[in-house]
């Protein structure tokens, strides 16, 4: 069955560093998303794309955060200056569609830690 | 703006028997989608199951079932003969349909405990 894929499963960067999170998406699916979970807290949207152009936003994804497709097949979440209140769970979502019963499939996410 | 609200923190139930997790949504869209998710220790969201605005009947998916009741806004999910790996975080999600690719918002989340 194909599932979304991430990579890494587990990062550890310093404070200051830029990361990059990388997303395969299911090959046929063309509406891609990040959402990020806090430890203990929900899951809560960042950014939806579509068309190799950012379809929506929440205020959490200010200026230091970035998301490319860069390939056919990749879909990454960039973050210039990490800091301590980026440590979170990152999950890359896709679609085959949007609207009705398309559910949204999740990856296995990323679990970001700033030191 | 879509709201959901889970206010079970916790909830424990016994091996076999039905359980229930509340679910209540608020929106101004006519069309939308409610989804459950179950995340289990590992971290990994899995889907559940869905129930659109306009379904008249209530979706289920082998032992999961949902609640729709629209007029009350809440979309409550319904394990039936819980077993031990049912044990996760459940959360309720929404989406607006009107308005293209639009994100799920998510719920605060229950602690299902299923004990032997």
Known sequence: ?115 | AQKITQTQPGMFVQEKEAVTLDCTYDTSDPSYGLFWYKQPSSGEMIFLIYQGSYDQQNATEGRYSLNFQKARKSANLVISASQLGDSAMYFCAMREENSGNTPLVFGKGTRLSVIA
């Open chain 1, 1 to 115: 069955e194909p599932e979304v894929t991430q990579t890494p499963s587990h990062q550890v960067t310093q404070m200051g560093q830029e990361v990059i999170l990388r997303c395969v998406p299911i090959s046929n699916h063309l509406y891609f998303y990040w959402y990020r979970q806090i430890l203990g807290q929900k899951v809560e949207f960042l950014v939806s794309f579509y068309n190799n152009e950012i379809s929506e936003k929440s205020e959490i994804f200010d200026d230091q955060f970035s998301v490319e497709r860069p390939d056919g097949s990749n879909f990454t979440l960039k973050i210039r200056s990490t800091k301590l209140e980026d440590s979170a769970m990152y999950f890359c979502a896709s679609s085959v569609s949007t609207g009705g019963n398309y559910e949204q499939f999740f990856g296995p996410g990323t679990r970001l830690t700033v030191l």
